[in-house]
């Protein structure tokens, strides 16, 4: 592209984050940095049974024989773990059960970020877990779904009510030792939603959990675990901010899918954490590790994610198809704007007979991002007539920024096929012509263009969060504040 | 007067294309410029809409006694002045509503006027389909994607119809087009010609002005609009090509 549009497209792609507020409340701390004691206390903190706190030591003492990876295709630079506060949390009042007990500095957090705590609100027809730093702060509609079955309550609260689904799964997908956050989480975590739909239901409303990262210094390590039992259904969404501060924070999740014969669940994330300013400066390390299991026959797991956010996301959420003709499927969005770098992609193992995966991928980098697909998508020898399908895009804003594709490819059988393809594009000259030609300004011309590119993803997200995604999307390559 | 072009001059990475081109339009004409490849027609209509990547050395436009100079692409858009393009773009994943509704949307807000709502646009764009006679689902479809040459055309009448310009450039609209679509083509532009609005049809066929009957012809060639006549200029050219212009011009 030529200088002129390059120009062009830059300005327009120095957004402000508009999420960047901090919320003025009583907080309290674990002592800084990381020990067995730091474990311990939060482990007391929690009023944890026994079996957590064994889990929790189990994976610092493994996490201490681990190394931080380097593989990914990002410049970090060293994290100092000994440096971050590993617990944070609103100080509570003794009982939360009712809404007008929490916190309304807190409700009105979430108001601001629109999201609705108060159960009358009930028009939306979303259930809420909202999570601010450590600690859930209120789930709601968790009374109405509760006749059928199904259990949606922050993770804290399933320890303490459903200990034995807990320690059944909690680790079964993503084991401690799977990686070096992954370690890390199992350590530390604080809270996040647990959801358990019963055998034959559809859960009849969307579940989300929100997650707010707001005291300073403070890493958060949230853990999500969903079990669909045998013929089960739920759709369940994420979304993720924070303050705008100069220091990185650290951001190490675990979301774990378990689904049983012929279960289905849809995981939907718009992650917006704060970026980081203009010139690099804070933003979110964010280290993820999604993993889900089609444990029986033709059960099926889908990822849908819109990353935005982050100064750097390093996360490839994946399925492991055992169950025959089991399916999963990965799309994903990557924005990567200013000095944002985003290492992302999906693994797909496939175990079982007649298995089938779809991974679609647009990246879309602008300023000086850094995009890259990885992917794996291995077929074992018994997982026969599988087939798996790759689309890797790239679209590039600007001459500065970069994308790379990384495709692994293992088949270990004759009659499966697995194919990948990848293109590289740009926004044209001639396409901002056409659309400022018809009245429509650089910046709508972008947001459009890239809504168009990036559609065969979002027309996967659940209504509730399609049109946040696309004025997210178009926000965070726009110049517009608010 | 509606346009006033003057002694303009543009070129693209230093290299002149428009030597010194005079033109004058008034509200209610229908202008034809015709010329061979290469001497600059489509660059005369993408400078008039304010792409960029030209460089105007001297001369100016004058439009409804503004001078262009300062308006952005969109603003020369949304004061009235519409390029249907010889090569329309495809932009996947946009559909032509979602593309129109914006467009008409940010037209009006230039305007002052409040957004359509949902239903009174495709009102509109239902009555515009059935003025440019478009029966099949181009609206559905991607700007353009995966359309085919007379799609592409229809549909640049179908957004000229949409958007209501006073100005209207339409660059060789009628070229790749079988019979019946060139008919579509030449009545949407008459059911749209009023007493107020004006055309700028750039074509090499005569075949187009048996439809769309032109008040002035210019010839354009190497950067300059050398002859300019009535109707009669077009059959003409028809006739006896380009050659005895050059002869005239001494070359
Ligand atoms: N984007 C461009 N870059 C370089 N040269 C161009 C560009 N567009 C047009 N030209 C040159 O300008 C001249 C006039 O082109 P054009 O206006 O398209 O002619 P016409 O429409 O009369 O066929 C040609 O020599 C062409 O090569
Ligand atoms: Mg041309």
Not at chain 1, 347 to 361: A, D, V
Not at chain 1, 408 to 415: A, E, L, R, T, W
Not at chain 2, 61 to 83: D, T, V, W
Request: proline letters at 3%.
């Amino acid at each position: 592209m030529d200088t002129d549009s390059n120009k062009i497209i830059d300005e327009v792609t120095q957004g402000d984050y508009k999420y960047g507020f901090v919320t003025d409340i009583e907080t309290e701390f674990a002592p800084r940095g990381i020990t067995e004691e730091t474990v311990r206390y939060i482990s007391t903190k929690k009023n944890e049974p026994g079996f957590m706190l064994e889990f929790r030591l189990k994976a610092f003492r493994h996490w201490l024989t681990m190394t931080q990876p380097k593989w990914a295709h990002l410049t970090i630079d060293p994290i100092n773990f000994q440096d971050i506060i590993y617990f944070a949390a609103p100080k509570k009042k003794e009982n939360l059960e009712k809404l007008d007990q929490v916190d309304p500095e807190l409700l009105a957090t979430f108001n601001k970020l629109g999201i609705s705590l108060e159960e009358q609100k009930k028009m939306t027809g979303v259930a809420v877990d909202a999570v601010m730093d450590s600690v859930s702060v209120k789930t709601t509609f968790s009374e109405t779904l509760s006749k059928y079955g199904i259990i949606f309550c922050s993770f804290s609260e399933a320890v303490q009510k459903h200990p034995d689904l807990i320690k059944q799964y909690m680790g079964s997908v993503v084991p401690y030792t799977d990686n070096y956050f992954a370690a890390l989480n199992s350590a530390v975590f604080s809270d996040g939603s647990f959801c358990y739909i019963p055998k034959g239901v559809r859960c009849p409303i969307e579940l989300s959990t929100y997650f707010r990262i707001n005291a300073a210094n403070t890493g958060q390590f949230e853990r999500t675990l969903i079990v669909a039992e045998e013929g089960a259904y739920v759709s369940y969404m994420e979304g993720c901010t924070a303050p705008q501060r100069d220091e990185n924070q650290l951001h190490a999740a675990i979301v774990e899918i378990v689904a049983m014969k012929d279960a289905e669940v849809k995981y939907s994330t718009v992650q917006n954490w704060y970026p980081g300013d203009k010139n690099g400066k804070g933003g979110i390390y964010n280290f993820v590790t999604k993993r889900g299991i089609c444990k029986g026959n033709n059960a099926k797991i889908s990822w849908t994610q819109v990353e935005t956010g982050s100064s750097i996301t390093w996360k490839y959420p994946g399925c492991i198809l055992l169950g025959d003709n089991s399916v999963g499927e990965f799309y994903s969005v990557a924005v990567t704007n200013n000095h944002q770098q985003a290492d992302t992609g999906s693994k797909m193992i496939h175990l079982g007979k007649n298995t089938r995966s779809i991974i679609i991928s647009k990246g879309i980098s602008a300023g000086k991002g850094q995009n890259s697909y990885r992917g794996l998508v291995k077929v074992t020898k018994n997982a026969i007539n599988s087939r798996n399908y790759s689309q890797c895009d790239s679209l590039l804003l600007g001459s500065q920024c970069g994308a790379h594709t990384f495709p692994y490819i293992q088949v270990g059988n004759k009659s499966s096929v697995v194919e990948h393809e990848a293109t590289t594009s740009k926004i044209s000259e001639d396409q901002l012509f056409y659309c400022q030609q018809r009245g429509i300004d650089t910046e709508s011309a972008i947001g459009l263009i890239v809504n168009g590119y990036a559609k065969e993803v979002l027309k996967q997200l659940p209504m509730e969060f399609a049109v946040e995604a696309q004025k997210l999307l178009s926000i965070s390559l726009e110049g517009s504040v608010g | 007067m509606l346009l006033s072009i003057k002694n303009l001059h543009a070129s693209i990475n230093g290299k002149e294309i428009l030597k010194g081109v005079n033109l004058e339009v008034n509200n209610g004409e229908i202008h034809a410029i015709m010329g061979p490849n290469g001497t600059g027609k489509s660059t005369l209509a993408s400078v008039i809409a304010g792409r960029d990547v030209f460089e105007t050395t001297s001369g100016e436009i004058l439009y409804k006694g503004k001078n262009l100079q300062k308006l952005s692409i969109e603003e020369r858009a949304c004061e009235g002045i519409f390029l249907g393009f010889q090569y329309p773009v495809e932009i996947p994943g946009v559909s032509m509503t979602n593309f129109m509704r914006t467009a008409v949307n940010e037209i009006r807000k230039y305007k002052g006027l409040d957004a359509l709502s949902g239903s009174e646009f495709i009102k509109l764009m239902e009555e515009k389909k059935k003025l440019v006679e478009i029966t099949s689902n181009l609206t559905n479809r991607s700007v353009n994607e995966g359309f085919s040459g007379g799609e592409k055309k229809k549909n640049e009448i179908f957004q000229m119809a949409m958007l209501e310009p006073m100005l209207a450039i339409l660059d060789e609209t009628d070229s790749g087009l079988d019979i019946d679509a060139l008919r579509i083509v030449a009545n949407g532009v008459n059911k749209l010609r009023r007493p107020d609005n004006a055309f700028v049809v750039i074509t090499h066929y005569q075949r187009l002005l048996d439809y769309i009957v032109p008040d002035f012809v210019h010839v354009l060639y190497e950067g300059k609009i050398v002859k300019s006549g009535g109707k009669e200029l077009a059959l003409e050219l028809e006739d006896r090509g380009y050659d005895w212009i050059k002869k005239e011009l001494g070359e």
